[in-house]
């Protein structure tokens, strides 16, 4: 087994790939949003873009059931992952 040597740039993404892992791993790091949004939103609001937001993870899903057989798998496809952006 060889013993490489790992460059200053190799060391510098590595340290900050694991930064970044270390933060985007924290559990309540998803709970934040919803501290933020109560300062500009009301509580309906909120629960409204909630919804929203689940109706359409709801619609991403589709493409894993029947519908790409009936109704052509790429138009499908093309379409859910549009609305997918919007998310």
Known sequence: MTDAKLTFEQKSLSR??????F???LWF???IWLFFY?????DTEIGSLDA???AIGLLVEIPSG??????GGRELLKSVFS???LV
């Not at 109560?38 to 009301?42: L, N």
């Not at 029947?66 to 109704?71: Q, Y």
């Open 66 to 71: 029947r519908s790409p057989i009936n109704l």
């Open 23 to 25: 933060v985007k791993d």
């Open 29 to 31: 790091i998803g709970a």
């Open 52 to 54: 929203i937001a689940f």
């Open 83 to 85: 609305l997918a952006e």
């Open 38 to 42: 109560r300062f500009f939103m009301t």
């Open 16 to 21: 900050r790939f694991l930064v970044y892992k």
